[in-house]
């Protein structure tokens, strides 16, 4: 008798109010977010980590390995691979630390160079020009910035292996505690299934593309012969999740130690050879194998990338398109948020038809 009464009362707020509620609540959630980064920032990497290593344990258990079995397995190449990682970053990060004041001298020195050609061919170019445009301690400062970061991240990689663990362990009782606890609501399961699957495809997609781009790329560097090529092929490989930009700032780097080291015409194939790779992986492979399921337009894509980098800094950028599809798939899930899903999509809203086969 009470439900009809129940309905009416949440009718009665006008749209206004519940558009500003829906605000203050939003302002809420993402000064919440920023606050605790520090906390959830790890939780997240270790989260879309357990997503990329879960096909991994799925696939064992179907051959018939035993549970136990599969996941040490899992967690032991998991373990190899950082391990792995942890080693070439612990040995190269310091001796790349030590080398940035010498790099600055040879980009000022570079500078003084490129000034003397423009003014043998009567260009008149002054210092404080070249010094606003292209500073040297300018681009020091932001490798030296990413050395810290990266440094940083390596202090939590021991929290990030034990909670991407406990994560892939509760995986498998996850699907059992969901049907129990929400058995009268199957639209439920299905939505966190379908948040999971489409955003473990994704990952898994970008993490394939990213790799064979960081491999493509460190094989360039080392026939080029550009100091620390397998750190910047570490670098391409991380850069290359963070739409738009990454493969830009991975690709920064290396071109400029080229020059310094090799000359201007090795910097100008490294340049090229990186334009080449990412052009054909990016612009080609990654979109057919992606397909249509993405479903983000590019002004969304860009504008996630600003905000999850600022509410969660670096990791965030990494995150930014994978955090954004979860957002996408709960709104699209609930009629009153549809429209706002349509809006970040790429293309016109699901005929009726193509809503029930989702």
């Keep these: 008798m009470n439900h ?37 920032v790890p939780f997240l990497l270790a989260l879309f980590l357990a997503i990329i290593a879960a096909p991994v344990l799925y696939f064992l258990q179907t ?3 035993p549970p136990i079995a599969a996941m040490s397995i899992v967690t ?19 001796n790349l630390a030590q080398s ?8 000022q020195q570079l500078m003084q160079s490129l000034q003397a050609k423009l003014q043998e061919r009567n260009i008149p170019v002054d ?12 681009a020091v400062e932001i490798l030296g910035g990413l050395v810290s970061q990266t440094t940083s991240i390596l202090a939590n990689s021991f929290l990030i292996f034990l909670t991407t663990v406990f994560i892939l362990l509760e995986a498998s009782l996850f699907h059992n505690k969901l049907r129990t606890a929400f058995s009268g609501n199957t639209a439920s ?9 489409q955003v473990q495809q994704y990952m898994g997609i970008k993490t394939f593309t990213s790799l064979l781009t960081g491999v493509l790329c460190a094989i360039l560097f080392l026939a080029c012969g ?41 910097a100008v194939v490294v340049a090229v050879g990186c334009v080449i790779i990412n052009v054909i992986l990016g612009n080609f492979l990654e979109p057919r194998m992606m397909g249509q399921k993405l479903g983000l337009s590019t002004l969304v894509v860009f504008l996630s990338l600003i905000f999850w980098g600022w509410v969660l800094g670096p990791v965030g950028m990494l995150l930014s398109v ?37």
């Design 4 to 40: 009809p009464d129940n309905k009416q009362n949440q009718t009665i707020l006008p749209v206004w109010l519940r558009v500003l509620l829906g605000l203050a609540a939003f302002v809420i959630i993402v000064a919440g977010m920023k606050a605790s980064a520090a906390i959830l």
């Design 63 to 65: 051959k018939g390995i």
């Design 76 to 94: 032991l190449l998991i373990l190899a691979v950082g391990t792995v990682l942890v080693t070439i970053l612990a040995q190269t990060l310091p």
């Design 100 to 107: 940035l004041p010498e790099y600055e001298t040879h980009l």
């Design 127 to 138: 210092n404080l020009s070249i010094e606003r445009y292209l500073n040297p301690g300018t």
């Design 189 to 197: 399961i299905e939505k966190l299934n379908k948040i999971t699957a």
């Design 226 to 266: 550009v100091q620390y090529a397998i750190l910047w092929g570490l670098l391409t490989f991380v850069l290359n999740f963070v739409p738009s930009i990454g493969a830009f700032l991975a690709a920064v780097p290396p071109i400029l130690l080229a020059l310094m080291q090799q000359g201007f015409r090795t």
């Design 322 to 358: 994978p955090l954004t599809m979860a957002v996408k798939i709960v709104l699209q899930s609930n009629d009153d948020t549809r429209w706002l899903a349509i809006l970040l999509g790429s293309g016109p809203a699901a005929s009726p038809r193509e809503k029930t086969k989702l």
